[in-house]
């Protein structure tokens, strides 16, 4: 799972196995949680249970919005919150920015479930740097969902500060953002950002909401999601009591 970590799977067969520019692409079908995506050996999502991630940083923010027309999505190359995205009928534009192609590719091919949002209308795909694409975009989103991988590799730069200078500038007034806050609270990779997340939002005039998070099967542990600016009691509320 992450390095000095391990959880077996049993595989079934390796449908596809490549190097991409960026990081190793792997997919295979696993005998009890479906087709299985990993990214530099780093299990990304699952079929049985990619749901409880997407729905959670997807609808939170989308929901908490009062008219969402134009989404933009930071990673998520396998399709999942985009997916989650274009339910919401007031959505005319969704873009998703991914900086590998191979993901969006290989996802489109083996995990059909969750790329099918790649075939909505309003969907825009765009390949590369997403820390590039917000420096054109200013003023110009009603919501910015996050869905990166760990603080490593690819992803660093989406958790250091000029991200989210770039984040705040590329919302429209009442945005809102949604970031993926970590995996494993227990990876060094991580052990900093519950101490840094605070210190960039006050220091942005960002709105501090504490972590919320969601349980994910295949990870064993909770995953922290970063709200801003924070849910209203009632959403919460009726959030909760829905999934009773």
């Known amino acids: 799972m992450w390095p000095g970590q391990a959880m077996s799977l049993k595989v079934n067969q390796i449908l596809h196995h490549e ?3 960026y990081q190793d692409v792997l997919v295979f079908e696993s005998s009890d949680y479906g087709t299985v995506l990993v990214l530099d050996n780093v299990i990304q999502c699952t079929e049985r249970d990619e749901f409880s991630y997407q729905e959670m940083i997807t609808h939170l923010a989308m929901n908490s ?96 500060k000029p991200y989210f200078e770039l984040l705040r500038d590329a919302l429209r007034d009442g945005g809102v953002i949604t970031t993926q806050g970590c995996s494993s609270p227990f990876l060094p990779v991580c052990l900093w950002l519950p101490e840094r997340f605070p210190v960039f939002f006050f220091s942005l005039s960002l709105p501090l909401s504490p972590s919320l998070c969601c349980y994910i099967p295949i990870f064993c542990t909770t995953f922290a999601l970063q709200f801003l600016p924070d849910p209203s009691p009632p959403l919460l509320l009726s959030l909760l009591t829905a999934h009773k």
């Open 65 to 160: 919005h009062p008219n969402p027309e134009k989404v933009l999505v930071i990673g998520g190359g396998d399709g999942g919150v985009l997916r989650e995205v274009v339910k919401h009928d007031t959505v005319k534009k969704a873009i998703l920015c991914d900086i590998d192609e191979a993901v969006i590719r290989v996802s489109k091919k083996y995990l059909p479930g969750m790329s099918i949002g790649f075939q909505h209308p309003n969907v825009e795909e765009f390949v590369g740097d997403g820390f590039e694409f917000l420096k054109t975009h200013k003023n110009e989103f009603d919501v910015i969902i996050t869905d990166s991988s760990d603080p490593e590799g690819p992803a660093e730069s989406l958790f250091q």
């Open 19 to 21: 190097k991409s520019k």
